[in-house]
């Protein structure tokens, strides 16, 4: 099986920016955001479907996407923090999690949000910093 753009971003072949990062997970912003904030959270193996993970994994991605959504809350200005599992767009499977103040900040359908890099990368650095 190929790697997957996530894989490569998880073995540091593709940059991103990364907020959190264990053994078993990763958390990085999405460069097409649909808000500030938008991470994308990832287990480290390349499992395509979600519900294919072994059940431990599929457990702690939850258990550690509450941690990263927690960190988010506490820098990004948002009613709480949206859950969507797409899946379609990459083979690995992976969480979307995105401040909202209402639904329609969760359509994947509207146009995403333009951030340069230095935007992505205080982004970045306001999550690391944040309890």
Known sequence: MEDS??????????????????????????????????????????????????????????????????KIENVIKCERIGIAVVGLEVPHAHLHLIPINEISDMNFQTPRKIFSKVDFEKTTNKILESN
């Open 5 to 70: 753009i996530f894989t490569k971003i998880i073995n540091g072949v593709i940059p991103s920016y990364k907020i959190a990062e264990d053994d078993n997970f990763i958390a990085f912003l999405d460069v097409n955001p649909l808000q500030e904030g938008h991470t994308l959270v990832v287990p480290k193996i390349q499992i395509d479907y979600i519900y294919d993970l072994p059940d431990d994994i599929l457990s702690e991605l939850f258990i550690f996407s509450k941690i990263v959504a927690k």
